[in-house]
């Protein structure tokens, strides 16, 4: 599991990241998969997954320089309306509006 872990964190971008493809990768059945995954770290794997990409997308909202669409892409979202989706369910805020913390007032 820490190596599929481990695949995931480094490729949020890989064209198929189901939990299907991932049993597969470890040789094991999907439901096999979903149950020692879930003992292993707590939640399941569409939630752990959207965990991770939002963490990598927080840290890129930081750079002024990238896009909201380019933050959501390169952390793994398919579109720009499931990014603002789940990060607002998780955040409470959309991206724009967490972004803006880190936006000097006098740049605006």
Not at 2 to 31: C, P, Y
Not at 59 to 69: A, F, G, N, Y
Not at 76 to 95: A, L, T, Y
Request: aromatic share 10%; proline share 3%.
């Amino acid at each position: 599991m820490i190596l599929v872990t481990d695949d995931i964190k480094n490729n949020l971008t890989a064209d198929d990241l189901s939990q299907g493809a991932m049993a597969r990768l470890s040789g094991v059945s999907k439901d096999y998969f979903s149950r020692i995954f879930h003992s292993i770290t707590g939640m399941n794997y569409t939630k752990w997954l959207n965990t991770v990409r939002l963490e990598k997308a927080t840290e890129l909202l930081t750079d002024p320089d990238l896009s909201l669409t380019e933050v959501a892409m390169h952390s793994g979202f398919q579109s720009i309306s499931s990014f603002n989706r789940v990060f607002r369910e998780d955040k409470g805020m959309s991206p724009r509006e967490y972004r803006m913390l880190f936006t000097p007032s006098d740049s605006l």
